[in-house]
């Protein structure tokens, strides 16, 4: 019982080695529940039960365990819908960057491969469950300069997202207003292979 008391709901979830559902767990994951938590010191996390769990060949498609690896592994298309909402939406950010960049005059022949290699090679060096959106990011640097006692700053706080959607074609209030909370992929893909 008191094992019990020191874990998260992950925990309870990736210990069951039987099929659950997957509604529970990946809410639990797109709300952002942590892979690593470890109530007690060198006690076990939800990652490395699951890993003991695929080791023993007991993470099979359908249980806890496997839903865990594969938010645990980089950002793809396929493991999208496992992130935080925070994460997904700097996913479709930076997806709208690499259009962009892909339609570009130096890049239009080669258009879909820029696409391709964007997905599938960048994007998951950029993503992690923990990263905010650029969004997030230029408000919460503007409310600080606008709160702080001089208030320099404050233009250069937005610039950044100015500037990322300036630079490519999008104005920044179109892509905010675009997005919304956790913009959302097709399960189990997007274009390009992924």
Not at 58 to 70: F, I, N
Not at 102 to 119: G, H, K
Request: aromatic share 6%; proline share 6%.
């Amino acid at each position: 019982m008191a094992s019990l008391i020191r874990c998260t709901k992950l925990h309870v979830y990736v210990g069951r080695p039987w099929p659950c559902t997957k509604e529970k767990v990946v809410k639990l994951l797109r709300e952002g529940a942590d892979l690593n938590a470890c109530v007690n010191p060198n006690g076990p996390t939800p990652l490395s039960l699951a890993t003991e769990a695929a080791l023993a060949l007991r993470a099979g498609k359908g249980t806890a365990a496997h839903y865990v690896l594969q938010a645990a592994a980089p950002w793809s298309c396929a493991t999208h819908h496992f992130f935080p909402a925070a994460a997904r939406e700097r996913a479709w950010e930076l997806i709208v960057v690499g259009y962009q960049l892909s339609r570009r005059a130096p890049f239009e022949e080669y258009s879909q491969a820029i696409m391709d290699v964007w997905l599938t090679c960048i994007m998951a060096y950029a993503i992690e469950r923990d990263t905010p959106s650029t969004l997030d990011v230029a408000v919460n640097s503007s409310k600080a300069a606008a709160s702080s006692e001089d208030g320099s700053g404050g233009a250069s706080a937005l610039r950044g997202s100015d500037d990322l959607g300036g630079s490519f074609g999008v104005e920044p209030s179109v892509l905010g207003a675009s997005l919304g909370a956790g913009r959302e992929l097709p399960e189990g893909g997007c274009h390009g292979g992924c």
